[in-house]
């Protein structure tokens, strides 16, 4: 099977990850997409969760396609870092294709995540755009530092090859955000 993986918190769920879902389920013909919660991201406040079972419910009431599940792997793993979830899985369901799903928001900040680099170097990497973050993104330190493996042939197999490999979705134009949303119900 071939998989998308959406790392989040998702605090809360929203339409824009239900979209680069069904986006990315039709753009790289994927059998299914797996939101792959985290309880915490270390690099956010973690007051500001809402819990987790929560979450959880939220994500059920929201998906809708049946190809797109909700997976949870920090109690397997003892970690709520990505790398160290994406080689259990990989481990796990190594028969599989896996390619990581991200708003371009998180491209900006990439680089302050454990081993980024081994991340680029495990599974393909698709980055969704945001409203007026296009520019930011394509100049982060994790874009630059792998701009030469940046796909722009989005033809369905060529992400898919070994080594570093990722591509921007530029005609992606989704703009909302789990912040957004919660600075609203503040």
Known sequence: ??????????NPPHKGHL???NRA?????????????????PLKNSSDYIPLNERKNKIDEIIENKNIKFKYYEEETNSNYLID???YIKEKFSKDTFIFLMGSDSLNEMHEWKEYQSIFKQIPIAVFNRQDSEYQSLNSKAAKAF???RIDDLSKSSIFKEGPSWTFIQDFDENISSTE???KID
């Open 1 to 10: 099977m071939k998989i998308g993986i959406l790392g989040s918190s998702f």
């Open 85 to 87: 979830n994406l080689k």
């Open 147 to 149: 701009e030469k493996y």
């Open 181 to 183: 949303i919660r600075s």
């Open 25 to 41: 389920l039709a753009t790289f013909s994927l059998n299914e997409v797996w939101w792959l919660i985290t309880k915490v991201n």
């Open 19 to 21: 979209e680069i879902s």
